[in-house]
T-cell receptor
Framework: EAQVTQNPRYLITVTGKKLTVTCSQN?????MSWYRQDPGLGLRQIYY???????DKGDVPEGYKVSRKEKRNFPLILESPSPNQTSLYFC?????????????FGPGTRLTVL | AQKITQTQPGMFVQEKEAVTLDCTYD???????LFWYKQPSSGEMIFLIY??????QNATEGRYSLNFQKARKSANLVISASQLGDSAMYFC??????????????FGKGITLSVRP
């Protein structure tokens, strides 16, 4: 089954404790992206990657890091989480080229930073 | 200016009736794509329908259709024969030519739809 997986699905942590949210896709997609969803703001892009070792900032990259060492994996790293990073996070992937390519979303990770 | 505007705060519809969810967009690109996603209370994002800027016909997918009015820059989602399972948040999103290799989707704030039995 074609899918994007994320782990963990839920996480409660404290300010300053480094954490990583994993993302993996099994569709051999070149493009992957991270979004955060906040009430009243919709989804906003954090970082994206066009292929292995190629990453770039999205609209709200502050406080986040990413890496793309393998095509299928695109982890999101919060080196020193703060309460304003409490949010619902989505990883997404799509085939490159063409505006109609569906973006496949992971199930989401609900993060609470105390 | 917001690129995607969804102003309806919350919508209610009777089961089996049709409902229209509004979306207006703002872009100067000639090439772009418009998407609708459904987010049920469980949180996942479910792709519903896509409309390309050069598509002459409105997109349809089962009970979903997209009323695309290019000159007015609107891309309203029409759900026919509403079902209880349609109760969810609905997001309109746009992919613009200007983002280049970044296949970024720009999302609206979403609309909550509640289907009444």
């Amino acid at each position: 089954e074609a899918q994007v997986t994320q782990n963990p699905r839920y996480l409660i942590t404290v300010t300053g404790k480094k954490l990583t949210v994993t993302c993996s896709q099994n569709m051999n997609h070149e493009y992957m992206s991270w979004y955060r969803q906040d009430p009243g703001l919709g989804l906003r892009q954090i970082y994206y990657s066009m292929n292995v070792e190629v990453t770039d900032k999205g609209d709200v990259p502050e406080g986040y890091k990413v890496s793309r060492k393998e095509k299928r994996n695109f982890p999101l790293i919060l080196e020193s989480p703060s309460p304003n990073q409490t949010s619902l996070y989505f990883c997404a992937s799509t085939q490159t080229g063409g505006y109609g390519n569906e973006q496949f979303f992971g199930p989401g990770t609900r993060l609470t930073v105390l | 200016a917001q690129k995607i505007t969804q102003t309806q705060p919350g919508m209610f519809v009777q089961e089996k009736e049709a409902v229209t969810l509004d979306c207006t967009y703002d872009t100067s690109d000639q090439s772009y794509g418009l998407f609708w996603y459904k987010q049920p209370s469980s949180g996942e994002m479910i792709f519903l329908i896509y409309q390309g800027s050069y598509d002459e016909q409105n997109a349809t997918e089962g009970r979903y259709s997209l009323n695309f009015q290019k000159a007015r820059k609107s891309a309203n989602l029409v759900i026919s024969a509403s079902q209880l399972g349609d109760s969810a948040m609905y997001f309109c999103a746009m992919r613009e030519f200007r983002t280049g290799a970044n296949s970024k989707l720009t999302f609206g704030k979403g609309i909550t739809l509640s289907v009444r039995p």
